[in-house]
């Protein structure tokens, strides 16, 4: 963003208490369930999350370790499945009732089943390990009414499937952390609606389950495949809380540079290529990808892939920086509205994800798709309905490159629980968390204590934490030297690289020294020559 400042002062304030935007899901428009879907692009009425799945405690320890069976053979619950919903028998769904399978796009898997009969219900038994879940996905319309929906027998949960907008492979139910065992959820039709629904129609798309039994061949879990790392295969790939990079363990201390494909004092093309040309080998570099960036964005990944770096390529500011105004009705830097993250509500982004996502998805210059850059925390139920519609979108075009969330830290998502359940979708890789927490009241603060909250979130869901943003003030007229700034940014490398971080991104370069007491930096700068040479 071109006035960096002030985010960090609004950062500042928000660490004590902060109101967020909340995000939504991908709409599209297809013939389902018998009816005709609309082309309306218009916002949704109630949503109809049910509100369980935010009753996480935070007590999650992650790994159960592993079950050995009667044979004498063990297995670990490590994996997770996707069940589609035409997966039936012994080890998938079992329908009882009337039930359809309607074809359609966004449909996971291409098909949906639904149901408008009285009687109709669906059952899915698994077994898993501490802290297992299922989340329940279907799509919701304006024809359609509520589903009841149960575990293990406890209170049934009415789930509201109507939207007035069609939206496809929605997670509209989530089990939470279970104790270790076996399993069960059910579905039924109950015959009710929403007073603003045209229906009673009910649908079921997939069942994500998380921490199922599995052998360790398929978990991947054995000394030796932890030791080996994953296949070589070009890209930035991870296997649970670490990345690799052509199966080696990687770990990167590099920069933000959101100004290179244009926003505010973007580089010229000479200025570009010397960029990367004094980058440390195999860089990551995390810069905008935003749809009024469109313009310069070839240029940076040939420029990358030149010489051999990455990018994490932010998709939108949920900040509303640098012209990225579609759902900002106060302009730049107003952040986007609650409604832009609702069903229907961030149309144009979707097409510029599926543009962008497409266009580098064989890229090895694409280390990470990033969803929104701070995306707000109004409803942790919306946006987690966001990161998993719009990860899946990713991945089902793109199963090469990771998908990073770009969030704050869990203080804005009502910490750990939140911060996790955000996070937990089958789709999610990297989970992020930005701080500015040396300048807060001069505290000159090394490990944020907002750090450890975070981690703790992603060792639970066995996944890679970065810090995407970090940074401190210097240079003229600031309490904070530059060379000193340098100094200190070591020292927070140090402190988040040692206790399980994959990656640290100081705020900001700029193509020269912005000059003043400020985050950003540019050339000379002695933070430059300490990043590259920083000891990995």
Known sequence: MRNRSQRLAVAIIAAAALSFLARGSIGCATVSDGVPSTTDAGRDGPTGQDGSNTGQDGSNTGQDGSNTGDDGSTSSFECSRVVDDDETGADGITYSGTWESSPGVGKYGGTDHYTDSAGASGAFTWVGGTDTSIVLHAARASHHGQLGVTIDGATEVVVDLYASTRTEDVAVHSSGPLAAGQHTITWRWMGTNN????????????????????????????????????????????????????????????????????????????????????????????????????????????????????????????????????????????????????????????????????????????????????????????????????????????????????????????????????????????????????????SRTIKSPHYAPALQAMTNLDKVLIVGETGIKAGDNCWTSRALRASELSRKFDAYLGDGAAGVFVWNWFPANPGGCTVEFGAPDPLMPMIHDYPL
Request: net charge negative; proline share 6%.
């Open 195 to 442: 007073a603003s629904s045209s229906g009673t129609v009910i649908t079921i798309d997939r069942l994500d389950v998380t921490k199922t039994a599995c052998s360790e061949a398929d978990a991947g879990t054995t000394d030796a495949a932890a030791d080996a790392g994953p296949p070589a295969t070009g890209f930035l790939t991870r296997q649970g809380t670490k990345l690799y990079l052509n199966g080696a363990p990687y770990r990167m201390v590099g920069v933000n540079a959101f100004d290179l494909t244009g926003c505010g004092l973007g580089p010229n093309a000479s200025q570009l290529d010397a960029f990367f040309a004094g980058l440390r080998a195999h860089s990551l570099v995390r810069t905008w990808c935003t749809p009024n960036l469109a313009g310069g964005i070839d240029a940076v990944v040939q420029a990358a892939a030149n010489h051999g770096h990455m990018l994490i390529f932010t998709l939108t500011d949920g900040r509303s920086g640098c012209g990225d105004v579609d759902g900002a009705p106060n302009g730049d830097g107003s952040g986007k509205n609650l409604s832009w993250y609702q069903p229907g509500g961030h149309n144009a982004y979707l097409a510029h994800v599926t543009t962008q996502v497409q266009k580098y998805k064989d890229s090895p210059a694409i280390g990470m798709w990033e969803l929104a850059n701070e995306p707000g925390g109004e409803d942790i139920n919306v946006l987690r309905a966001f990161f998993d519609e719009t990860a899946a979108l990713i991945k089902g075009i793109d199963p090469n490159h990771l998908v990073e969330t770009g969030t704050w830290p869990p203080w804005a998502y009502g910490d750990v629980p939140g911060f996790e359940y955000i996070h937990a979708g089958p789709n999610i890789d990297v989970g992020s968390m930005h701080e500015y927490d040396y300048d807060y009241n001069n």
